[in-house]
Structure formats: structure tokens, C-alpha cells
């Protein structure tokens, strides 16, 4: 009766195909133009910064990168700029000697990018909008975390976080 897609790669395929599918059947869709920006964690940071929305400072790697400028900021989170959802490539390291060997030794598919670690809990808040009016939503914080903490959590309980709620209208309408 509905065609709501969920996970990153079949929301990009509909809203890709959207044109095919009759619209009586589609659910609200963000525009590819926004979806990429989403998805794209660089252009994510970017996005953040830009709109004065509240993120992590973020670098994108380049080998011409000085370590030293991390001395006093660990621990980092590394992860690609483009992720396929679940954490995947998310690693947190606690020293320079760490980071530095990481980059050394390894070759990578996807633009990397260091952000700063905010030691704090798990939330998030879902959306459904229509031209960035927010619908419908859920804000729900870590219950159960799994064993990798960048990995999907396991359990969650559904709250109301005001201050999150303002931000999240903020991001939407941006």
C-alpha cells in the first residue's frame, strides 16, 4: 500500500526511481541533494558548521597532516566520510602513536575524517518532514549499548529531550 524505504541504500534507490513508483504510494522522501549530504558525513560536518547547528569539530585526513596538532585533543574518533550505515569503519583511538600508525599503515576506499570524541551517551531523534516541517518524530536514548559502542545499539528508550527537539527543527530547516 506504501512504499516507505528504510537503510541508506534503498532510500537512495527510491528516491533515485521515485519518478517510477506512483506517487500514491510513496512516502514523504528527503531531496537527493539532501540525502547526500546526510549520508556523506563530511559534507555533514560541513553542513553543521555552516547552519551554526551543533556537531563535533571535524578534519578531513590528508597525508600532509601534522599529528602534533592532536596532542592535546584525544581521544579521536575516526570514521569514512561515506559509511554504509552501522558504524562500520568507526574506531576510536586514545593517543597520537595510535592514530598516526593507523593512517600509516593502512589504504582507504573513502575520505577519512578525525573528530573529536564527546564522552557523553547515545541519542538520537528521528524525523518525518514535509519541505523540513517536522511530522512526526521520535527521540530515543541508548538502553542497551552493543559491544562496539559505534555499532547499532540494541535497546533504546523513547524520551522527549527539548533542547535536541530545537536542534533537530534547526537541521531540518537548513
Known amino acids: 500500500d506504501l512504499v516507505i524505504p528504510i537503510f541508506e541504500d534503498g532510500i537512495e534507490t527510491i528516491i533515485k526511481y521515485k519518478d517510477k513508483i506512483d506517487s500514491n504510494k510513496l512516502s514523504l522522501l528527503s531531496s537527493n541533494k539532501d540525502f547526500q549530504i546526510a549520508r556523506n558525513k563530511w559534507l555533514l560536518a560541513n553542513h553543521l558548521l555552516v547552519n551554526d547547528i551543533p556537531s563535533p ?34 574506531l576510536l583511538f586514545k593517543n597520537k602513536i595510535e592514530l598516526k600508525n593507523y593512517f600509516l599503515n593502512n589504504d582507504f ?47 533504546v528508550e523513547f524520551v522527549y529531550n527539548a533542547e535536541l527537539f530545537k536542534t533537530i527543527e534547526k537541521l531540518m530547516m537548513s
Open 57 to 90: 569539530k571535524s578534519f578531513l585526513y590528508s597525508s600532509n597532516i601534522t599529528f602534533e596538532m592532536w596532542q592535546d585533543k584525544f581521544p579521536v574518533i575516526v570514521k569514512p566520510s561515506v559509511v554504509s550505515g552501522g558504524g562500520d569503519g568507526v
Open 109 to 155: 576506499k573513502y575520505d577519512q575524517i578525525i573528530q573529536e570524541y564527546i564522552k557523553g551517551y547515545d541519542i538520537g531523534c528521528s524525523v518525518l518532514c514535509k519541505s523540513g516541517t517536522i511530522l512526526a518524530f521520535t527521540i530515543q536514548k541508548a538502553a542497551m549499548l552493543n559491544s562496539n559502542p559505534f555499532r547499532p545499539l540494541l535497546g
